[in-house]
């Protein structure tokens, strides 16, 4: 007799505490939907997306409006929509137990806007994902231009590098060695404002200080690129100071262990 009392007090309690749930999430799916504590995550110089923006985005795709239950909100759709914008390296949504709800984004860091041969442009991101540009936001990244037929719908770098067919004749690869050294190396990065593809291959570095033209030649790796920035580094601190910034109008880096320098004003 008492283990059937003993059962049936069970019964009753888990039957109360399921009808106050069913009551209490009942009541919050009606409350309305609060304004959502946004946060982006982004390099100061790069911000693609403002939390504004973010929230007017959601409101024109219907993801946000006047009037909405906590029912209502789709957070999984909201998760891909922002996903899908091509600035956006990862997105998360909270739902906190008071009705507060929070969108958690990491933006992409562009390292070089590409102006390709068929007159697109796009940028480069630190992962050597393609990236679109936007009317409203302009990043500091390293310009590149020129025969380049590398398009926005690209694969990736990592891709490229992957694929013996692809790395002899594709240049995103090659211009993400070079913008990855520029964007990391202080001197450089104040220093080097543009880079052009020649039809002959050859990558030619436009400085910001001086007028000359600094012909880089390949970059077919890491390694490669990493020993013509370097002389070229040694050739600037030990040479520029004595002859002038002035002094020449082309420094070649094409060939191994040298430096070949082309003076103003002199016969060839």
Not at 21 to 46: C, G, Q, R, T, Y
Not at 84 to 101: A, N, P, R, T, Y
Not at 142 to 156: P, R
Not at 248 to 265: H, P
Request: a negative charge; one cysteine or more; charged letters at 30%.
């Amino acid at each position: 007799m008492k283990k059937w009392l003993k059962i049936t007090l069970w019964s009753v309690f888990a039957i109360g505490l399921i009808t106050i749930i069913f009551f209490v999430k009942k009541a919050m799916d009606e409350k309305l939907v609060p304004v959502p504590e946004i946060s982006i995550h982004a390099d100061a110089e790069n911000a693609f997306l403002t939390n504004t923006e973010l929230h007017e985005k959601l409101k024109r795709a219907n993801l946000l409006f006047d009037g909405q239950r906590r029912d209502q909100l789709k957070t999984e759709e909201i998760e891909q929509f922002i996903l899908d914008i091509s600035q956006v390296k990862k997105v998360e949504v909270f739902q906190f137990l008071d009705g507060s709800w929070k969108i958690d984004v990491d933006m992409r860091i562009p390292i070089a806007r590409i102006f390709n041969k068929y007159g697109e442009t796009f940028y480069l991101d630190e992962e050597g994902n393609t990236m679109d540009v936007t009317q409203s936001h302009t990043a500091r990244a390293l310009v590149f231009s020129g025969e380049i037929k590398d398009k926005k719908s690209s694969i990736s770098v990592n891709e490229i590098i992957n694929n013996d067919s692809l790395i002899s004749i594709r240049k995103l690869d090659d211009i993400y060695r070079i913008s990855s050294y520029v964007c990391n190396d202080p001197l450089f990065h104040s220093l080097i404002g543009q880079v052009h593809l020649k039809k002959s291959g050859d990558f030619v570095l436009i400085p910001l200080v001086g007028d000359q033209k600094i012909v880089f030649g390949s970059a077919f790796s890491d390694l490669e690129v990493e020993e013509k920035f370097k002389k070229l580094k040694i050739f600037y601190e030990e040479a520029m100071p004595y002859e002038g910034w002035e002094t020449y109008r082309e420094i070649s880096l094409k060939f191994d262990g040298q430096i070949v320098c082309k003076k103003k004003n002199t016969n060839e």
